[in-house]
């Protein structure tokens, strides 16, 4: 069965301190790995989008990385306005839907 | 705003009452798709859209739920004879027809309490 697990549940920071937030998975075929961001009673928003074992993209203070079994969520500098709730989602090659880990609680302080 | 619109933004409804559930998506987008999100938990997946076709339909959906997407453009999520188990955050997403079918745009949800 197509799993997706964050870690950790919750992370507090102080303003510039950096770290990583990890998703391992586990999937028949991976067709995508995805990033998206969740403040507190909205939607999701997108991020990143990754495909294979080596990829790297970056957006501003953020750099998600993927390998075999897992990505990471490189968080650098951080401010307080990247407190968020950060999701990882797989996609099977056999299917359109996108299957979420519970996400990481970020936490950034001044 | 072009953005995936969601009505009502929040529902409380006493338990076995019917509620509907409406998503405008982004216009020229194909592809629609409807989660449920419970507290503390990521997403979960209950149907999707491909134009005015339902073409995947979670297997832990229970038949108390219905969606339609009749002209291809908004799509309605019904709940029958609600249970408290069905409170949660119904979102709603878009896309458009592409190779990178993950990258969804979604609404702000529609909360639902059933007391």
């Known amino acids: 069965e197509d799993q997706v697990t964050q870690s950790p549940e919750a992370l507090r920071l102080q303003e510039g301190e950096s770290s990583s937030l990890n998703c391992s998975y586990t999937?028949?075929?991976?067709?995508?790995l995805f990033w998206y961001r969740q403040d507190p009673g909205k939607g999701p928003e997108f991020l990143f989008t990754?495909?294979?074992a080596g990829e790297e993209k970056e957006k501003e203070r953020l750099k998600a990385t993927l390998t075999k079994k897992e990505s990471f969520l490189h968080i650098t500098a951080p401010k307080p306005e990247d407190s968020a709730t950060y999701l990882c989602?797989?996609?099977?090659?056999?299917?359109?839907?996108?299957?979420f880990g519970t996400g990481t609680r970020l936490q950034v302080f001044p | 705003d072009t953005g995936v619109s969601q009505d009502p933004r929040h529902k409380i409804t006493k338990r076995g009452q019917n509620v509907t559930f409406r998503c405008d998506p982004i216009s020229e987008h194909n592809r629609l798709y409807w989660y449920r999100q419970t507290l503390g938990q990521g997403p979960e997946f209950l149907t999707y859209?491909?134009?005015?076709?339902?073409?995947?339909k979670s297997r832990l959906l229970s038949d108390r739920f219905s969606a339609e997407r009749p002209k291809g453009s908004f799509s309605t999520l019904e709940i029958q004879r609600t249970e408290q188990g069905d409170s949660a955050m119904y979102l709603c997403a878009s896309s458009p027809l592409g190779l990178n079918t993950g990258e969804l745009f979604f609404g702000e949800g529609s909360r639902l309490t059933v007391l």
């Open positions: 990754l495909y294979s």
């Open positions: 989602a797989v996609q099977a090659l056999s299917t359109d839907k996108l299957i």
């Open positions: 999937v028949s075929g991976l067709r995508g």
């Open positions: 859209f491909q134009n005015e076709a339902q073409l995947e």
